[in-house]
Nanobody, 126 residues
Framework: QAQLVESGGGLVQQGGSLRLPCAVS????????IGWFYQAPGKVREAISC????????AYSDSVKGRFTISGDNARNTVYLQMDSLIPEDTGVYYC???????????????????WGQGTQVTVSS
């Protein structure tokens, strides 16, 4: 059974940066794809970035493309989300999750996910 723990959230000013680690246990990133998801207050959870096993492929939503970077460290079994040029609209709770398939196409989705982290809050002030 997989367990995921996000950290690194906090309060940051517009234009600032944060790096969110997602520490994974119970499974190996060599065999599983991971996605980052975001939920704004009062909104549905949506996928923003995903990375395949052994980090061969990545994908980003249009809202974060060019500003966020996803990466993985197999030795630490950790996936990172580097968030730059943050804007107030990025405020919300960020979750990582094990994707049900390594073949996520152009972008991963929220369906079929069995393992989620508890989330970390990111607040961007203007």
């Amino acid at each position: 059974q997989a367990q995921l723990v996000e950290s690194g959230g906090g309060l940051v000013q517009q234009g600032g940066s944060l790096r969110l680690p997602c520490a994974v246990s119970g499974i190996s990133l060599r065999y599983h794809a991971i996605g980052w998801f975001y939920q704004a207050p009062g909104k549905v959870r949506e996928a923003i970035s995903c990375i395949s096993d052994v980090q061969e492929r990545t994908a980003y939503s249009d809202s974060v493309k060019g500003r966020f970077t996803i990466s993985g460290d197999n030795a630490r079994n950790t996936v990172y989300l580097q968030m730059d040029s943050l804007i107030p609209e990025d405020t919300g709770v960020y979750y990582c999750a094990v994707l049900p398939s390594n073949d996520f196409g152009k972008m991963c989705g929220i369906g079929g996910i069995a393992y989620w982290g508890q989330g970390t809050q990111v607040t961007v002030s203007s």
